[in-house]
């Protein structure tokens, strides 16, 4: 497991994050349900030589999750640069995995930041975008925070399963369920769906063209949420210097191919 042991005050808010290792800086941006474990079987190779930087996104893993919070991918995007600066990081390399690579995007294009290098994995990007799950949830957001706990665990597994292409182990299910379970955590969890809002990635897709800093593309063939011709997409748009296809992997890469997912990483970092 990856240690977040320190704290970082964004708008009042608390976020944890942790880091690992010396040498040229690499930003890892998890997705959504996810949290920075997600990068536990990553981290700790890519610090051999770098060091390499951890966060969970506002309102989601270990840090704050409250009522009448705004956790939109605008908010996202933005703490991410406000971090980079507390970290007084110039040109890091940035890795993101699904909302974490509309952020990594949305850092450059809207908010301004320059990268060394860009690598996305499955990444929100591109319209359209958002299953008739998350449409539904966000007409009934106080209904599903109500559900009783067995059932908002059953969909959580249902929901995390359907984004590999192996079974999760027991240990992976519970380590992701954690931290949205109980008071805090289960109407957290669909708080950060309801407020998914498409006009952020308009607003980023609108944007996109080539860049003066490497843009490497990672993309898990058998995704059923973001598809690989959305990555091409993606591929064109920014006019991408590489787009590695890892075979028998879904949404949830990492999961399913952590050392094929690691070796793509690395070719091109």
């Given at each position: 497991m990856l240690h977040l042991n320190e704290r970082f005050s964004f708008n009042g808010q608390s976020v944890a994050w942790g880091s690992m290792g010396e040498g040229e800086p690499i930003v890892l941006v998890h997705g959504f349900p996810w949290s920075a474990q997600a990068w536990r079987s990553i981290a700790p190779w890519l610090a051999h030589n770098r060091k390499v930087y951890y966060f969970d996104m506002l309102g989601t893993g270990l840090s704050e999750k409250s009522d009448a919070q705004n956790v939109t991918e605008s908010v996202q995007s933005d703490l991410l640069e406000h971090l980079i600066g507390h970290w007084q990081?110039?040109?890091?390399?940035?890795?993101?995995?699904?909302f974490g690579g509309l952020a990594?995007?949305?850092?450059h294009f809207v908010n301004g930041i320059e990268y060394g290098k860009l690598h996305l994995i499955n990444s929100?990007?591109?319209?359209?975008?958002g299953s008739p799950f998350f449409a539904h949830v966000s007409q009934y957001e106080p209904a599903f925070a109500g559900l009783p706990d067995y059932a908002h665990e059953a969909l959580f597994r249902a929901y995390i399963q359907a984004a590999a292409h192996y079974p999760l182990r027991e240990?992976?299910?519970?380590?992701?369920?954690?931290?949205?379970?109980?008071e805090i955590g289960k109407p957290a969890f669909y708080r950060q769906i309801a407020q998914a809002d498409v006009r952020n990635i308009a607003q980023a897709q609108q944007l996109y063209k080539p860049t003066d800093f490497d843009v490497h593309m990672i993309w898990g063939t058998r995704d059923t949420f973001i598809p690989e011709q959305q990555g091409r997409e993606v591929q064109e748009l920014l006019k991408a210097d590489s787009f590695t296809p890892i075979e028998d992997a879904a949404h949830l890469v990492h999961e399913d191919a952590p050392a094929p997912l690691l070796g793509a990483l690395q070719q091109n970092l």
């Open positions: 990081l110039e040109r890091p390399q940035v890795v993101g995995h699904d990594a995007l949305r850092g929100v990007a591109v319209l359209p975008s240990d992976t299910i519970r380590m992701y369920l954690k931290p949205w379970s109980g």
